[in-house]
């Protein structure tokens, strides 16, 4: 039996969705490990990589918000989407020229003023072929997971033969190919515009709602108390006398539990609910960063690495569903560009500030502090549930 025609235009619009979050996740997976390396090796201080490194994080919260306020009130996602995937790709093209602090720096600043709105507005759109389409959220997003594991062990073993000098040129590619998958999107009905307001005037109601303003809390802590894992980890493992192989492996574990939730995220989000999963990601938060700070054997490092699929993945996962469920069309990209300069930006920046010194003071247990803010997150995530009774829609 043929599939009717509205089946097969949800299933174009989630194969080409999947195809943006792939390639996108592909310069994710080549761009947080290996610039590092990249920038060592064309001389930069280890203080100008932390400058370099920690500058994102600042255009990201303040610019963000207003490149997708300007695609909302446009109502061309899709348009604003291929500029910036093309200015990203322009940036890195110029930067693998480039080998002083001084030209590397506002390069690096551009490509990450526009990767700062590609991944909010690609998520905008997705969610758009949740709510009319019926497609499922979690089935598109697990793509760019399952690619930055196979970009992060290509970069690596290219690297490894070919040394760090090729690194902008693998990013460059990526960049290329998701720049192509956004010329691919399927052009969507444009949405209704509202009236020509300020900014700050325009996403009011977001920012004086109780329930957005718990939401931005809730999320920004679980997902910024994975500061001392994304910094020092892998370092902290081999300390413990742990090989690269095996901390390799934990990483490995955590982001095959992210894709398993997100396979499984239609029936999850329609029996939990986005408020609740938030609640469910920071509780598990909670015991995993309390548990790590203890310095446990490998093998319930295994367990604890599984948790990721709770920490990142369904917060992430009752995050999405949220800002669908509780925000109009008419702002969904500046939500969604909001939540990216809370949890990616403002949030994170200070956890990773903190961290530094919180690991050079007490190592493994660091994770304790991450624990708290986590537990902070998990009251706010506990009182927004409290308050949302609505269910949440599936996908």
Not at 4 to 9: F, G, S
Not at 369 to 377: E, Q, S
Request: glycine share 8%.
């Amino acid at each position: 039996m043929r599939p009717a025609p509205a089946e097969r235009k949800g299933g174009r619009f989630a194969l080409r969705v999947s195809l943006l979050f792939a390639a996108i996740f592909l310069t994710v997976g080549i761009h947080l490990p290996y610039l590092p390396l990249w920038l060592d090796w064309v001389g930069v201080s280890a203080r100008e990589i932390a400058i370099i490194t920690a500058a994102p994080l600042l255009v990201r919260a303040m610019i963000g918000p207003a490149i997708a306020y300007a695609a909302d009130h446009a109502g061309a996602h899709r348009r604003f989407l291929i500029a910036l995937a093309w200015i990203g790709f322009a940036a890195l093209l110029a930067l693998a020229q480039a080998n002083r602090f001084a030209a590397i720096l506002p390069l690096s600043l551009l490509f990450s003023l526009a990767w700062t709105g590609v991944l909010p507005l690609t998520e905008t759109i997705a969610m758009r072929g949740v709510k009319v389409l019926g497609l499922d959220y979690g089935q598109m997003r697990l793509w760019g997971s399952l690619s930055f594991i196979g970009a992060s062990l290509f970069a690596g073993w290219t690297l490894a033969g070919l040394g760090p000098g090729c690194t902008l040129w693998l990013l460059g590619a990526a960049a290329a190919l998701s720049a192509a998958a956004a010329h691919a999107l399927p052009r969507c009905p444009p949405l209704v515009s509202g009236a020509a307001r300020p900014l700050l005037a325009s996403v009011a109601p977001l920012l004086f709602a109780r329930d957005f303003l718990l939401f931005l809390l809730a999320s920004g802590c679980v997902q910024a108390a994975h500061a001392v894992l994304y910094a020092f980890s892998t370092l902290h493992w081999r300390a413990l006398g742990l090989s690269t192989t095996r901390a390799g492996a934990l990483w490995a574990v955590s982001i095959v539990s992210e894709v398993a939730l997100f396979a499984c995220a239609r029936g999850i989000v329609r029996h939990i609910g986005a408020a609740r999963l938030i609640v469910l990601g920071a509780a598990a938060a909670v015991i995993r960063w309390f548990a790590m700070g203890f310095d446990p054997p490998f093998l319930l490092l295994v367990a604890l690495q599984g948790l990721h699929g709770l920490t990142f993945a369904a917060t992430h996962l009752g995050a999405m569903h949220f800002i669908a469920r509780t925000v109009r069309d008419a702002l969904a990209a500046t939500a969604q560009a909001l939540y990216a300069a809370a949890t990616s930006g403002i949030f994170m920046a200070a956890a990773i500030l903190s961290a530094g010194p919180l690991y050079a003071a007490y190592a493994g247990r660091a994770y304790w502090a991450m624990a708290a803010m986590a537990a902070v997150g998990l009251a706010a995530g506990l009182s927004l549930s409290a308050t949302s009774s609505r269910p949440a829609p599936a996908g």
